[in-house]
Nanobody, 121 residues
């Protein structure tokens, strides 16, 4: 089973920046799509940004122009650069991978454990 390990969360002031990283471990041949979801207290989990192996990306409307998703296919790693952070960006951010082909076979989806992002003065 492929595991996703996230890093980079923390506390930042409004207007600040953070960069999240998520590395997929295991013998992996390819991953179709990787992305970031977030869940704030009392709210449903929502897709923040996703990117295909070819580099096509889509974003939640509220983060367009502030967040940038990228991936390094050779390292099976996805990044989320978050700029101009707002208090409403506060949430647990989860890494997600879909369509994973590896030495152990096909895995439809995998989730990271989550990393807390808090935007507060």
């Amino acid at each position: 089973q492929v595991q996703l390990v996230e890093s980079g969360g923390g506390l930042v002031q409004p207007g600040g920046s953070l960069r999240l990283s998520c590395a997929a471990s295991g013998s992996i041949y390819s991953i179709n799509a990787m992305g970031w979801y977030r869940q704030a207290p009392g709210k449903q989990r929502e897709l923040v940004a996703a990117i295909t192996g070819g580099g096509s990306a889509n974003y939640l409307d509220s983060v367009k122009g502030r967040f940038t998703i990228s991936r390094d296919n050779a390292k099976n790693t996805v990044y989320l650069q978050m700029n101009s952070l707002k208090p409403e960006d506060t949430a647990v951010y989860y890494c997600n991978a879909k369509g994973i082909y590896g030495r152990s076979g096909y895995q439809s989806e995998s989730w990271g454990q989550g990393t807390q992002v808090t935007v507060s003065p």
